[in-house]
């Protein structure tokens, strides 16, 4: 079992960096890349069963959108046209699903059936398998469209192209209508503008950080935290009434208003019983606002994701504490080589302590807290 070594690759998707070699305006990465596409899958799940009444396993679906590119913290980020030359292609499918299969060992062995699934069958020929592999085409016309509406770059305006074809000429009912409400521009073109956006978001404003770290990226760690934890409570800690695709769902959108708003420093937001009141309610309204571009069939659930992400609920709990715990980990860190993140990491810790004693805290405080801190120190 080694729970810290699967949450330190997470953590690692972040520094698999893509499109670099094409010098884009907007830096990406597998976490970033990752998060939007399971953003999207969120999407597509409510699409597939409110407009098109397909019986999806949404978990499922997201999920894998959340998992499919884990392989790459070891085989780095391979090109489209690499992985599909007749030489080589054989032998990136097999280590791909060498790593897939380590990195599931790395798990509690009541977790492990679902990351299998997740990760190791994340683009398989089932009906999730396919509509993952679509998210992914279509995340990737909206990273180039995005870098040709900004830049001159004659590469992304070829990709763009290319790659608007392909999704256009997809079979798939919710994809073909998530590809045409886009060439709209309209409400669903906007919401995926915020989600897009969300890599441009700093957080951490006011501090020596020696590792970047961006909305999009936090969102990442804090719905893989939220899967792990709610998928463990589940399953080892009998907590069988936690609806695990809510609270993924709550996990990943949890910080889209942020688009807007921005990331305002927790210290200040909380410094004054009615100043969090009043965040609250702001943070709320551009939440509730950004759920109204979506057609109204999809607004009850995804008002429930965005605006009541942090709601009393246990599953409004656990966003909560993966969000802290996201940050305990980016203190644990920091701290090692920048002393000015040991004040945070102790005072966020001392937080956690107090006033959480879910399983999933007490479990991640016993052992992936001390494997990490273990593995940086041994570094």
């Not at 807007?260 to 309610?281: M, Q, R």
């Not at 943070?283 to 759920?291: C, D, L, N, S, Y």
């Amino acid at each position: 079992m080694k729970n810290g070594k699967f949450t330190q690759t997470i953590i690692q998707m972040q520094y698999v960096p893509r499109w670099s070699e094409h010098a884009p305006k907007f830096r990406d990465n597998a976490a970033s890349h990752s998060f939007r596409c399971a953003a999207i899958a969120v999407l597509v799940g409510l699409v597939e069963h409110k407009l098109f009444s397909e019986p999806v396993d949404r978990l499922q679906l997201v999920a894998k959108a959340l998992l499919h590119d884990l392989n790459e913290t070891k085989t780095g980020s391979i090109k489209h046209v690499t992985k599909k030359d007749p030489f080589v292609i054989e032998h990136i499918r097999n280590f791909e699903k060498e790593v897939n299969e380590e990195l599931v060992t790395y798990l509690s062995r009541s977790l492990r059936p679902y990351f299998y699934d997740y990760i190791v069958n994340a683009e398989d020929d089932s009906y999730t398998g396919r509509l993952v592999a679509a998210i992914d085409t279509f995340d990737a016309m909206l990273f180039c469209h995005r870098e040709a509406l900004n830049g001159n770059n004659p590469y992304f305006h070829k990709q763009y192209a290319a790659l608007h074809a392909e999704i256009h000429q997809c079979e798939l009912q919710s994809m073909k209508w998530l590809a045409a409400e886009y060439d709209k521009q309209g409400g669903v073109y906007e919401f995926l503008c915020h989600l897009l956006n969300l890599d441009n978001i700093d957080r951490w404003n006011g501090n020596f950080n020696l590792i970047p770290d961006n909305d999009a990226t936090h969102s990442f760690r804090v719905a893989a935290l939220s899967l792990f934890n709610g998928l463990l409570e589940r399953e080892r800690f009998g907590q069988t009434s936690l609806d695990v695709c809510r609270l993924l769902g709550k996990a990943l959108l949890h910080d889209v208003s942020e688009s807007l708003s921005g990331d305002v420093k927790g210290p200040f937001k909380h410094s004054l019983p009615e100043v969090k009141i009043a965040f609250e309610k702001y943070e709320k309204q551009i939440a509730t606002g950004i759920v109204n571009l979506l057609p109204e069939q999809l607004r009850e659930e995804m008002i429930d994701y965005m605006v009541e992400s942090k709601d009393d609920t246990y599953e409004g709990e656990l966003v909560d504490i993966a969000d802290k715990l996201d940050a305990l980990i980016k203190a644990n860190l920091e701290m090692r080589n920048n002393p000015h993140y040991a004040e945070t990491y102790y005072g966020q810790l001392a937080t956690i302590q107090h006033k959480f004693e879910h399983p999933s805290v007490i479990f991640f405080l016993a052992y992936i807290l001390h494997d990490l801190t273990y593995a940086n120190y041994i570094r």
